[in-house]
């Protein structure tokens, strides 16, 4: 995946179509900007988006999430 610093002035439309985000990356942005204070997951069934909210909500719920990443409450509307 490519890796780059976000800019704090730039749409998230913006930042979405330039590069590709690791989730921890993205969930930093939380610290920068209330636009990244709600992030919604939609797919298809099968997309992964159960893997996606466990790889997240297990490191968060034993507190071993990276350095950069606050603490979070993450909600499954299903």
Known sequence: ???AN???DE????IAASLTLDIW???AQVKRGAVYRQIAVLAWGG???TTLLRHVAY????NQQ????PRLMLTLID
């Not at 749409?11 to 913006?14: H, L, Q, V």
């Not at 490191?59 to 034993?62: A, D």
């Open 66 to 69: 990276p350095r950069d990443v």
């Open 59 to 62: 490191p968060l719920g034993k």
């Open 6 to 8: 976000l800019a704090e």
């Open 1 to 3: 995946m490519a890796s």
């Open 11 to 14: 749409e998230p439309a913006a």
């Open 47 to 49: 997309y992964g988006k």
């Open 25 to 27: 990356q993205l969930l």
